[in-house]
């Protein structure tokens, strides 16, 4: 089973074939509703489907599709009281299935529940006060293994499901797990892991004869570094710094050697609902390395990862106020002896853009530089132009700009419409085809800034889309940013 657009090029229809007779492929559910459904599991005698229709990061449903005669039944979600629902797999016995839920808790937890209409989930992780995620079964039905993002950093477990007893896989590195697979024989657990030193790698942890039973996890592989020392790269902390009313953060710093103090690159995810997590990344080993900067991932509110209460923080009328979070964090960095707090600069991409436009309305007194990569800078001309597909699930998050009140109110909070409060020197990154972001939002505010005679460099790719994916676009990027971090920063390194 797998989803694809060959009907009309748009909807995420569910096709399944059989792989020997691709020719034959049917169609068994037609996305009409314009949101995501993903195939999870077909039940053994390949009648039965279980799919995933995905509305937001905090509504979706778990379906039961009769591939025959194309009836649904819906195991989980939908109603008054949105919640998140991903079935994972049917149970051995076929009276039930194993989903991803966060009904009746803040975090996704691993549960189980009855095939039977109207059943309610058996939550099995319910003392993991994290999200699970990365759910496997083996094929033999007798294992089954998961990951817990706790605190933005990945925990294995394996259970066994008879029981329901798990048992965590103790020496992990810091890092981010995914791709969890059985072996066919089911002896060995293959997954990807992703460090922040080092690049996804493919991992083996031998299993022992008891579900709960495990042995040495095995690196099989060495993703090429570009002959650069892995020994060498930063391996980021993790801290919480309290915000204006009294919550706490978390932030992800790569520091780099020696006493400081050093200027910082504070990196604002996108999404938003996103995290920020301890994964490689080229950009910041490069930054530390080159630039002898600090670089801070704060995980502000409306962040994934830190339960439902705080995804929806920054919500409708609640949307700057993720943004003073990133007020707290300049507070943080002004605590800190071995950062300075007068050399920071801002990067950000998608909704992330627009956090570092935010930021340069209110903070730019205390900002040396600002990067916005593909960002929203009105978002009442961000919905209206954004691609229709996805134009209903963004009002879910930011807003629906056709209520009088949120209208105005998305209309004072845009940064578009405060470009006289910016003084920070800016760097502007845009795709000329982007779907998501138009490129309408980078050039209206380029020519705002300019109107006024603000310093703003921008980069407009026009064979790109959401973000640069041409090897030879982000090279050139890299390479502007660099020289604009160096110009602004004042002080930075410019001789590594």
């Given at each position: 089973?797998?989803?694809?657009?060959?009907?009309?090029?748009?909807?995420?229809?569910?096709?399944?074939?059989?792989?020997?007779?691709?020719?034959?492929?049917?169609?068994?559910?037609?996305?009409?509703?314009?949101?995501?459904?993903?195939?999870?599991?077909?039940?053994?005698?390949?009648?039965?489907?279980?799919?995933?229709?995905?509305?937001?990061?905090?509504?979706?449903?778990?379906?039961?599709?009769?591939?025959?005669?194309?009836?649904?039944?819906?195991?989980?979600?939908?109603?008054?009281?949105?919640?998140?629902?991903?079935?994972?797999?049917?149970?051995?016995?076929?009276?039930?299935?194993?989903?991803?839920?966060?009904?009746?808790?803040?975090?996704?937890?691993?549960?189980?529940?009855?095939?039977?209409?109207?059943?309610?989930?058996?939550?099995?992780?319910?003392?993991?006060?994290?999200?699970?995620?990365?759910?496997?079964?083996?094929?033999?039905?007798?294992?089954?293994?998961?990951?817990?993002?706790?605190?933005?950093?990945?925990?294995?477990?394996?259970?066994?499901?008879?029981?329901?007893?798990?048992?965590?896989?103790?020496?992990?590195?810091?890092?981010?797990?995914?791709?969890?697979?059985?072996?066919?024989?089911?002896?060995?657990?293959?997954?990807?892991?992703?460090?922040?030193?080092?690049?996804?790698?493919?991992?083996?942890?031998?299993?022992?004869?008891?579900?709960?039973?495990?042995?040495?996890?095995?690196?099989?592989?060495?993703?090429?570094?570009?002959?650069?020392?892995?020994?060498?790269?930063?391996?980021?902390?993790?801290?919480?710094?309290?915000?204006?009313?009294?919550?706490?953060?978390p932030a992800w710093v790569h520091k780099p050697r020696g006493e400081g103090p050093h200027p910082v690159i504070?990196?604002?995810?996108?999404?938003?609902?996103?995290?920020?997590?301890?994964?490689?990344?080229?950009?910041?080993?490069?930054?530390?390395?080159?630039?002898?900067?600090?670089?801070?991932?704060p995980n502000v509110r409306g962040s994934t990862g830190y339960g439902k209460t705080y995804v929806g923080l920054?919500?409708?009328?609640?949307?700057?106020?993720?943004?003073?979070?990133?007020?707290?964090?300049?507070?943080?960095?002004?605590?800190?002896?071995?950062?300075?707090?007068?050399?920071?600069?801002?990067?950000?991409?998608?909704?992330?853009?627009?956090?570092?436009?935010?930021?340069?309305?209110?903070?730019?007194?205390?900002?040396?530089?600002?990067?916005?990569?593909?960002?929203?800078?009105?978002?009442?001309?961000?919905?209206?132009?954004?691609?229709?597909?996805?134009?209903?699930?963004?009002?879910?998050?930011?807003?629906?700009?056709?209520?009088?009140?949120?209208?105005?109110?998305?209309?004072?909070?845009?940064?578009?419409?405060?470009?006289?409060?910016?003084?920070?020197?800016?760097?502007?990154?845009?795709?000329?085809?982007?779907?998501?972001?138009?490129?309408?939002?980078?050039?209206?505010?380029?020519?705002?800034?300019?109107?006024?005679?603000?310093?703003?460099?921008?980069?407009?790719?026009?064979?790109?889309?959401?973000?640069?994916?041409?090897?030879?676009?982000?090279?050139?990027?890299?390479?502007?940013?660099?020289?604009?971090?160096?110009?602004?920063?004042?002080?930075?390194?410019?001789?590594?």
């Amino acid at each position: 089973a797998y989803k694809s657009t060959r009907r009309d090029g748009k909807a995420n229809d569910i096709w399944v074939m059989d792989p020997d007779q691709p020719d034959r492929a049917e169609m068994a559910i037609e996305a009409d509703d314009g949101f995501l459904w993903v195939p999870a599991e077909l039940s053994r005698d390949g009648g039965r489907l279980l799919v995933q229709n995905y509305v937001s990061v905090t509504d979706s449903r778990a379906i039961m599709a009769d591939i025959d005669d194309g009836t649904r039944t819906l195991l989980a979600g939908g109603g008054e009281t949105p919640s998140l629902n991903r079935p994972v797999a049917f149970d051995d016995a076929g009276e039930g299935f194993w989903l991803i839920t966060d009904q009746g808790g803040e975090f996704n937890q691993l549960a189980w529940q009855s095939l039977v209409p109207g059943a309610a989930p058996e939550i099995v992780t319910s003392d993991i006060p994290w999200d699970i995620s990365n759910v496997a079964i083996s094929n033999n039905r007798k294992r089954m293994a998961f990951v817990a993002n706790e605190n933005g950093n990945s925990r294995l477990y394996l259970m066994d499901p008879a029981t329901r007893a798990y048992r965590m896989v103790d020496k992990m590195p810091t890092g981010v797990a995914y791709g969890l697979r059985f072996s066919p024989d089911d002896r060995n657990l293959g997954l990807t892991l992703n460090l922040a030193n080092a690049p996804s790698d493919a991992y083996v942890l031998k299993l022992g004869r008891g579900p709960l039973k495990f042995g040495r996890l095995v690196r099989w592989t060495e993703s090429e570094v570009g002959g650069l020392a892995a020994k060498e790269f930063v391996v980021p902390d993790l801290v919480q710094y309290p915000s204006f009313d009294g919550r706490e953060v978390p932030a992800w710093v790569h520091k780099p050697r020696g006493e400081g103090p050093h200027p910082v690159i504070i990196r604002v995810h996108g999404g938003p609902e996103g995290q920020a997590r301890p994964t490689f990344s080229t950009t910041y080993q490069f930054w530390v390395a080159n630039l002898g900067a600090a670089v801070i991932q704060p995980n502000v509110r409306g962040s994934t990862g830190y339960g439902k209460t705080y995804v929806g923080l920054d919500n409708g009328f609640q949307r700057e106020d993720s943004v003073r979070d990133i007020g707290a964090l300049l507070d943080w960095i002004e605590t800190q002896p071995d950062l300075d707090a007068s050399r920071v600069a801002l990067y950000g991409g998608s909704y992330g853009g627009y956090m570092v436009l935010a930021s340069a309305v209110h903070y730019s007194d205390r900002l040396s530089a600002v990067i916005d990569n593909v960002g929203i800078s009105n978002f009442v001309s961000f919905l209206e132009n954004t691609q229709d597909y996805r134009r209903d699930r963004r009002r879910q998050e930011y807003g629906d700009e056709r209520d009088p009140e949120m209208r105005a109110h998305l209309e004072r909070i845009s940064p578009l419409n405060n470009v006289s409060r910016i003084t920070v020197p800016m760097f502007i990154v845009q795709g000329q085809n982007d779907p998501r972001v138009p490129v309408t939002e980078a050039t209206q505010m380029v020519e705002a800034l300019r109107e006024r005679g603000q310093s703003v460099w921008f980069m407009n790719a026009l064979n790109e889309g959401h973000g640069y994916r041409k090897r030879e676009n982000r090279d050139i990027m890299q390479q502007v940013m660099t020289m604009f971090l160096r110009q602004h920063l004042a002080g930075a390194d410019t001789t590594r």
